[in-house]
């Protein structure tokens, strides 16, 4: 069976004698096995980041960016194998997986630019003589404690912008999948990057614990649940560190009388059913504005979702795959169930679906249901799989009440011909990001990616300028030069009160 280690110093951090098994979602079959580690592994991995650093903090911006340049072309370079890698565990079929790897890449292509965007401010004479610039630079040692379901994505998200600004970076990616990131750890210093620079260490809530209470790590960025989220926060926070946490969502895809719909259901059908709705910014609530809207809707999206493919990962004709484990095949079925129970209308259902030749696989059918209320706990929940709810709306008023008031607050979208409906939707809504006739509003890397509520926890988004301010922190000079005058001996008086 094939092992999967840890990457310490450019190569194997042997094991603390616990494995976690990495199944193969499309056959059902175990695969391979990740060592676990502890927190005196964890201390080995930050002794070597310490080491590295200071050096690397030391490199002009414009060396730090030519290693992000070599990074890009040995990413696209491996495009493929790596593409080909993500799906063999997390089982979302190859076109997402090239997606998950390129999203990543992006901001890798965001942090080729570091030497402008790490420019700081300067003030000539904020006084008599006085003169007032910034400079930014990096915390030390990042981390980034990574979800199953973008196993390229994130971690790229978060140590391209660490690393670049001058960072070592600590990466905990999830058991469930964690090939891709060591891969990706062998390509980086490939590309030039000093060995310990980018470390892979892997393990269970023993590592996260370990992560958020050591001293030398100054800031912890993560994505998962909103509960761990949540517990990521508060315990990194009061261990001194920086810390993003991004969580849950329950994302709504409002319908307006006069959208498109056509175009909304064929959005419908990649954003809700897309990577088995295993990603945070999937669509799995869609509100029709009136009943006439909801019955237009939901007649059109039958026989859309009747003919989604569902395949093996590898298969280039299937519109999605399986989910991660039999796990979560089991809990994303339980919450079809409770939506019936609960009231739901199931239209589809796709509960006990299997593939011919692959029995044994995490296969789940794409599921519709209607009549979902806002009263009901699978609306309330996030259910991470290829279920689609129609709650329906009776005005524009409970469409844009509807996700405001939802624990959530990650994404939402509108489709409407409507520009003064869009711009005052757009407006009014809160969450954090907002598509308008774009199903999943994810911004590109020259923006950053953040949600409201419990779907984000702490000050700052990820990537972008957001990004390059969570992993720097700003120095701030004020500097005069006295040229020996005889008002010399004058007392120092603050530039503003001059």
Not at 469 to 485: A, I, L, M, N
Request: glycine share 12%.
């Amino acid at each position: 069976m094939r092992q999967v280690d840890h990457f310490i110093s450019g190569g194997s951090g042997g094991s603390a004698g616990r494995t976690h098994q990495i199944w193969n979602p499309s056959t059902g079959e175990i695969q391979a096995e990740v060592a676990l580690g502890d927190a005196a592994l964890l201390d080995r991995a930050v002794a070597t980041a310490k080491e590295v650093q200071p050096a690397w903090a030391a490199t002009n911006p414009q060396k730090r960016a030519r290693v992000m340049f070599r990074f890009k072309e040995l990413i696209e370079a491996n495009m493929q194998e790596l593409a080909e890698l993500l799906s063999s565990e997390h089982g979302k079929v190859i076109d997402d997986a090239k997606g998950d790897v390129q999203r990543g890449l992006e901001v890798i292509e965001f942090a080729c630019g570091i030497p402008q965007v790490l420019k700081g401010e300067y003030t000539q004479g904020a006084g008599p003589g006085i003169d007032v610039y910034s400079m930014r630079q990096p915390l030390g040692i990042g981390a980034g404690i990574t979800p199953f379901n973008f196993p390229a994505m994130i971690p790229m998200w978060m140590f391209g912008m660490a690393i670049a600004v001058g960072n070592a970076f600590i990466l905990k990616p999830s058991e469930r999948d964690p090939s891709v990131p060591v891969r990706l750890a062998e390509l980086f210093v490939a590309a030039g990057a000093p060995e310990g620079l980018l470390q892979v260490v892997h393990g269970d809530k023993e590592m996260v614990d370990a992560i958020l209470d050591h001293e030398d790590i100054s800031a912890v960025s993560f994505v998962g649940s909103s509960d761990i989220a949540h517990y990521v926060y508060k315990r990194g926070v009061a261990a001194g560190k920086r810390v993003q946490a991004m969580g849950g969502a329950k994302n709504h895809g409002i319908v307006m009388p006069d959208a498109d719909l056509d175009q909304v259901v064929n959005d419908l059908s990649g954003a809700a059913f897309g990577s088995a709705g295993e990603r945070c910014m999937a669509l799995p609530v869609v509100v029709p504005v009136g009943e006439d809207t909801a019955e237009r809707l939901k007649e059109k999206l039958i026989p859309a979702i009747h003919a989604l493919n569902i395949g093996v990962s590898n298969d280039p004709d299937a519109h999605y795959g399986p989910v991660v484990t039999p796990e979560h095949k089991a809990r994303v079925e339980q919450w079809i169930t409770t939506a019936e129970e609960e009231g739901g209308e199931i239209v589809i259902d796709g509960r006990g679906f299997t593939l011919q030749g692959h029995e044994k696989g995490f296969f789940i059918g794409p599921t519709l249901i209607d009549r979902v209320t806002p009263q009901m706990q699978s609306y309330q929940e996030e259910i991470f799989g290829p279920v689609l709810q129609i709650v329906r709306a009776n005005d524009f008023e409970e469409a844009v009440r509807l996700p405001s008031d939802h624990q959530y607050g990650n994404g939402v979208a509108i489709f409407t011909r409507n520009g003064h409906a869009a711009r005052e939707f757009a407006s009014r809504v809160n969450v954090g990001m907002v598509g308008i006739n774009v199903p999943i509003p994810v911004p590109v890397s020259y923006h950053s990616f953040g949600g409201w509520k419990r779907s984000g926890f702490g000050d700052t988004d990820q990537y972008g300028m957001e990004g390059l301010k969570f992993w720097t922190k700003v120095k701030k000079v004020t500097q005069r030069w006295p040229d020996g005058s005889a008002d010399q001996g004058n007392a120092f008086i603050i530039p503003t009160m001059g």
